[in-house]
């Protein structure tokens, strides 16, 4: 019998992206360098930052290495390949030159005191100048910032369409069997976080992630063997029987290794120097490899038992998961300086964030979709019937990026 469509990774690619928009505006408000801060940034919600940070993305990069395996059941290699690009690149261009310099430009104007108008910043933006400084930090014009993961899935697609064509269909198909065959039992949590924890010891120190493609080669090493598993596994429906039947026992890994990974980086930086904190260095990146894959198998254990499910709730939001995306970072930056002036209690100013962020996204998404010259900048195919009415399931896109 044919593989089946798995609903329940685009319902989960779908909650995916609402956890995206808290997240991005946690970053608001917590210690680690971000375009702009609150003045109340702090420890605080870092605990629960780091409960999705260490695999939200590798997620969304096996989910999209399963689309492309279903998408090649009906188009060829070639084909594929150029509608990705179109579906990807187009989108990636228009981001970087509208919707993302708005983000650099408060970034700039916050903290380095930036006093020009927006024109006389977006002069400089497409002259890819290189003067905004703080020291040796400077900031890279122009930027893809959120949009990253659109540059990485396109490669990634190329690459990956360019070893199925070499593998021909035959030999796919025998490779996933093999793979399927192979990740059963305690295996099919041992095996993958043995290799996420081999990248992380061999080059987490030596390419620290940049996002800037060329030189991050930790992250290629841990997304691009997501992204291939994703697409070998894609059609072995016995693998997705077994992960649901993993599931509270990846979910109690899961929890107990985010709790290890707490305290390791809780630990004071001269403490975590130390001969004595060092010596668990290699121990603790296998911990936060099981922490990278073991939420994985839990979410999509749960979610292959229980959101399965089609209907034209996961058709709209599927398709428009990619144009909210585009749009939700710049809101939230935009948002968060100009409320500033109106000194809201955090919380309240994060509740303010997240709901106008949504109806925002949403409400562009809804502009778009109407209109056939905008649909390719946000990444959505031809307006047709179909399309409008949410009568047939969308093609896969891409989802959106965290940390």
């Not at 390791?264 to 990146?285: G, H, N």
């Not at 939230?332 to 409320?339: Q, R, T």
């Amino acid at each position: 019998m044919p593989a089946q469509r798995h609903y329940f990774l685009d319902w989960i690619r779908i909650l995916a992206f609402f956890v995206l928009i808290f997240y991005h505006t946690g970053m608001y408000y917590v210690s680690w360098d971000w375009h702009v801060k609150s003045p109340y940034a702090g420890h605080a919600l870092e605990p629960l930052m780091l409960l999705s940070s260490p695999w939200r993305l590798g997620l969304l990069f096996m989910i999209s290495g399963v689309a492309t395996a279903f998408m090649l059941k009906k188009f060829s290699v070639g084909a594929l390949l150029r509608q990705r690009s179109w579906r990807l690149l187009v989108p990636l261009l228009f981001g970087m030159l509208v919707i993302v310099p708005p983000q650099s430009y408060y970034e700039v104007v916050e903290k380095i005191a930036y006093p020009g108008s927006y024109a006389e910043f977006m002069r400089l933006y497409l002259r890819g100048y290189h003067g905004f400084c703080r020291g040796d930090d400077c900031l890279i014009l122009p930027t893809w910032n959120h949009l990253w993961f659109v540059a990485y899935l396109w490669v990634y697609t190329m690459v990956g369409g360019l070893l199925a064509w070499l593998l021909g269909g035959a030999r796919r198909a025998r490779a996933g069997d093999a793979l399927g065959r192979l990740l059963v039992g305690w295996k099919i949590i041992a095996l993958p976080v043995a290799v996420l924890a081999l990248a992380r010891i061999a080059l987490a120190d030596r390419f620290p992630a940049t996002h800037a493609l060329a030189d991050d080669w930790y992250n290629h090493a841990q997304y691009f063997f997501l992204f291939g598993l994703g697409a070998l596994l894609a059609l072995q429906d016995g693998f997705w029987a077994r992960v649901a039947a993993l599931r509270f026992t990846s979910l109690a890994l899961w929890l107990a290794s985010w709790a290890l990974v707490l305290c390791y980086w809780s630990i004071p930086d001269a403490l975590a120097a130390t001969p004595e904190v060092l010596q668990w260095r290699p121990l603790m990146r296998v911990v936060y490899a099981t922490c990278q894959w073991a939420p994985v198998l839990a979410v999509c254990g749960f979610g292959q038992r229980h959101l399965n499910v089609d209907g034209a709730k996961r058709r709209y939001l599927t398709e428009a998961v990619f144009p909210v995306y585009i749009a939700h970072q710049t809101l939230i930056v935009v948002m968060a300086h100009w409320l500033k002036p109106v000194q809201l209690a955090p919380a309240a100013e994060g509740a303010v964030l997240i709901v106008l962020t949504l109806a925002l996204s949403f409400g562009l998404f809804e502009a778009v979709r109407r209109v056939a010259v905008l649909r390719p900048l946000f990444g959505l195919g031809p307006l047709t019937a179909r399309t409008s009415a949410y009568a047939a399931p969308a093609p896969a896109a891409a989802a959106p990026p965290g940390r």
